[in-house]
């Protein structure tokens, strides 16, 4: 496997009236190659503001204050870092190399441009002498691959269906093979049936294009699906990170245990469904040792004082001071 985007100690603030808000805080993690990461933690837990971070989607007030993301693409022989990229080398990296499918489809589609101009749009940043029959052709296979008739290129976003516009996005998404997609969870737009069939057309098109993917998501259940890996995000920070199935079935952190029992996991009996007690952390007052340490059960003294870096425990990591490598043997 190699390397591809190299998160180093990133973090990210929104810088408000009330104060300076810690959405993201020294995130370290790789993607490799055609790997499929989660990231998956509660509302507000700073998944979004990574994303927007790492594609450099973000807007005012958020600033990054700190950290590389590190981009290996296939042309360069040196990674170039993101955080830095001046507008033009950005905009030429954007759909050829990463694409980026939002929470909120409508606010990546133009509203006054028919799909048909969006796609070519995006096409010819590739490819800038295609002709307008290849165009055409180039478009309606591109939203066949997502159950899309040709006849909507000629239709305004508004016209389409939320779960049409998630589906139309990824579609626009995969137009110039890109090496890289970074998805957020489709919320309010699609219902989790259609949620369900969303991903599994990336995933026939991932196993196809080979592409990597970051998906993010409250749920937790759902990555053991389809990542390789998973990553949890509590506070602003990746408190765990390790292999789906590691992650999932025998999770360290007392945090993604909570997660993954909140959520009804569709393929298995469903285990009690017990939610984590308490509310997430308020940002602008984080506690001095660990951000999770107020609802933890199995809190010692020493996570009040002092805040537990993510270390390597087994074969993953771990930030927790009382995590074990089989957590299952002591409950
Ligand atoms: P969700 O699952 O609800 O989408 P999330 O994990 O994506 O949540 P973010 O949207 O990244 O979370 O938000 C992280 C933190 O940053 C939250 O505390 C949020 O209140 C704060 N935040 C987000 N946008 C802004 C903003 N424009 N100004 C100030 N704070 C913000
Ligand atoms: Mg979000």
């Given at each position: 496997t190699t390397r591809l985007l190299e998160l180093r100690g990133l973090s990210v603030a929104y810088l408000t009236e009330r104060g300076r808000v810690p959405a993201c805080s020294d995130i370290n993690l790789t993607i490799n190659r055609g790997e499929i990461i989660g990231v998956a933690g509660e509302s507000a837990s700073g998944k979004s503001t990574l994303l927007t971070a790492i594609t450099r989607l973000q807007r005012i007030p958020a600033v990054t204050v700190g950290g590389q993301v590190l981009y290996h693409g296939s042309r360069a022989a040196t990674p170039v870092d993101l955080v830095e990229l001046e507008e033009p080398e950005l905009a030429g990296l954007r759909w050829s190399e990463i694409s980026v499918v939002m929470q909120s489809a409508m606010a990546c589609l133009n509203p006054v441009l028919r799909l048909r101009a969006q796609f070519a749009d995006v096409l010819k940043v590739k490819n800038p002498r295609l002709g307008k029959a290849e165009l055409r052709q180039r478009i309606a296979a591109l939203l066949a691959m997502v159950g899309i008739a040709p006849d909507y290129m000629n239709h305004y976003p508004h016209q389409l269906s939320g779960g049409m516009q998630q589906r139309s996005l990824i579609a626009l998404a995969m137009a110039c093979d890109p090496e890289l997609v970074v998805m957020d969870e489709p919320t309010t737009a699609v219902d989790v049936v259609m949620q369900r069939r969303i991903l599994n057309q990336v995933l026939r098109l991932q196993r196809r294009l080979g592409f990597a993917v970051i998906f993010v998501t409250h749920d937790l259940s759902l990555l053991l699906e389809i990542a390789d890996r998973i990553a949890i995000m509590y506070g602003g920070r990746i408190v765990e990170v390790g292999t789906a199935e590691r992650v999932y079935r025998r999770p360290r952190h007392p945090y993604t245990r909570g997660l993954r029992d909140s959520f009804p996991p569709l393929t298995e009996p469903v285990r009690r469904l017990t939610g984590i007690a308490g509310t997430p952390p308020n940002l602008l007052q984080l506690p001095?040792?660990?951000?999770f340490q107020p609802r933890c059960r199995l809190r010692i003294d020493r996570c009040a004082d002092v805040r537990p870096e993510l270390t390597e425990l087994g074969d993953g990591s771990v930030a927790c001071h009382v995590a074990v490598d089989d957590p299952e043997e002591r409950s």
């Open positions: 001095a040792g660990c951000a």
